[in-house]
């Protein structure tokens, strides 16, 4: 067999796409193909980090693959910074958004064959007080959305859970006050948005310019607190016009500061974040990815 031969696989066992068949599909392939393959189960927050690291050490393996979803891969990603062993994905999350980034169909033989003689190219990453990042930050609506999910919604509902949860928070008001810095400029917003990447809360496509290998983060301030304005920001996602609706703000920048006076929930690559106040700004380190072919 030609391509990667030592595959190390890191999986969150409640990812839902592993009780669809996937993961089992993908590492059969793996299997048929030559590849010898080990499987590590996380076993709760941050562990997918203390194991891919230590998988690194060992420096056996021609890649280590993220199975889950957008924060599983985050946590793989995390241990892998300043190692030459490239990030693999398997994506078995809700949303998905850096497969859809990379063009990665799900189907068991597209992401063997990816895992197995992908491209390894280097992307940026960003830091969120002094953690890393791969896709986005968000603080206000989203966050709150992120943090109001339990995990079993998560697994039972899918997408239909950020959808409800969407929904009740939209009715109670979706709008926070948040002070934006963005390198030492102030503004108010009601909703801000930090991507590295176009994709946004899977499909959607959020910031049409970004390139994920381009050292450079965008924001979205959104700066009208209504629940018609939200619905307008939401209107303007599903059509890809987001950065020309009016009270809207998109800005590139070195350093980016939010603060507020109430706690305002965060979420980074879709999972809970702590609150209030962030310090962001572009990432030290790039990270290898394995990319599907063109």
């Known amino acids: 067999m030609s391509g990667r031969k030592r595959i190390d696989i890191i999986v969150n066992p409640a990812a839902g796409s592993r009780n669809s068949g996937l993961f089992d599909a993908v590492v059969r392939r793996l299997h048929d193909k030559g590849a010898f393959v080990r499987c590590f189960d996380t076993e709760g927050p941050g562990h997918a980090t203390e194991l891919a690291a230590k998988c690194a050490r060992e420096a056996y393996a021609d890649v280590i693959v993220a199975a889950g979803g957008d924060g599983t891969i ?20 809700t949303a998905n958004v850096l497969a859809i980034e990379l063009g990665q ?12 003689h992908g491209d390894a190219k280097l992307i940026g990453t960003g830091q969120v007080n002094g953690d890393m990042f791969l896709l ?4 206000g609506f989203d966050g709150a959305v992120v943090a109001a999910i339990k995990p079993q919604m998560k697994r039972r509902f899918g ?45 959607f496509v959020l910031a049409p310019t970004a390139d994920i ?16 304005a939200f619905a307008g920001y939401f209107l303007g996602l599903a059509v890809r016009q987001v950065a020309r609706m009016p009270g809207v703000q998109v800005s590139r920048f070195q350093k980016l500061e939010l603060s507020s006076v109430e706690p305002v929930p965060v979420e980074v690559d879709g999972d809970a974040f702590r609150s209030l106040p962030l ?16």
């Open 74 to 93: 985050n946590e793989v990603a995390r241990g892998l910074l300043g190692h030459p062993t490239p990030l693999g994905v398997l994506p078995l999350g």
């Open 105 to 116: 169909k799900l189907r068991a033989r597209s992401i063997a064959d990816t895992l197995l």
């Open 136 to 139: 986005m930050v968000g603080a």
């Open 159 to 203: 997408k239909f859970a950020f959808v409800w949860a969407g929904l009740k928070i939209w009715l109670t008001g979706p709008g926070h006050s948040i002070l934006t810095e963005i390198d030492g400029e102030l503004h108010e917003a009601a909703w801000v948005v930090v991507t590295n990447a176009r994709h946004y809360a899977g499909p």
């Open 213 to 228: 290998a381009d050292p450079h983060l965008q924001v979205f301030i959104f700066k009208k607190q209504s629940r018609l």
């Open 279 to 294: 310090t962001i700004s572009q990432g030290t380190q790039f990270l290898r990815l394995v990319v599907p072919q063109a």
